[in-house]
Nanobody
Framework: VHVVESGGGSVQAGGSLRLSCAAS????????MGWFRQAPGKEREFVAA???????????DYSDSVKGRFTISRDSAENTVYLQMNSLKPEDTAMYYC?????????????????????WGQGTQVTVSS
């Protein structure tokens, strides 16, 4: 599955952005998609994920740092996942990356953060100023 991230930008603290992750290729092989981020000098970390089953029932997972501020959603017809980011903080500044895999939300998908740089796409930059 190939993913392309978009929607990043520069905002002031308290502002909002919506990121998009469009999947293509063998999209039928994916059942969980999510967002990760990496700030300069820091390791990549999990942000949010959404998984679905044959009944199209969605499960969601959020890191503690974004819970209540970020919302992940998907458009199955467009094979696209969105990350609505509200009440942004300067510490949200990072390059945001999307991943798509077979599986479900939970600890295993969170470990996707450990994939090497070669796994990830170009990402989309989010910059929040104070």
């Amino acid at each position: 599955v190939h993913v392309v991230e978009s929607g990043g930008g520069s905002v002031q603290a308290g502002g909002s952005l919506r990121l998009s992750c469009a999947a293509s290729g063998r999209t039928f092989s994916a059942s969980v998609m999510g967002w990760f981020r990496q700030a300069p000098g820091k390791e990549r970390e999990f942000v949010a994920a959404i998984s679905w089953d044959v009944d199209n029932t969605d499960d969601r997972d959020y890191s503690d740092s974004v819970k209540g501020r970020f919302t992940i959603s998907r458009d199955s017809a467009e094979n696209t996942v969105y990350l609505q980011m509200n009440s942004l903080k300067p510490e949200d500044t990072a390059m945001y990356y999307c991943a798509a895999k077979r599986g479900a939300v939970g600890p295993m998908f969170r470990l996707t953060a450990r994939e090497t740089d070669e796994y990830w796409g170009q990402g989309t930059q989010v910059t929040v100023s104070s």
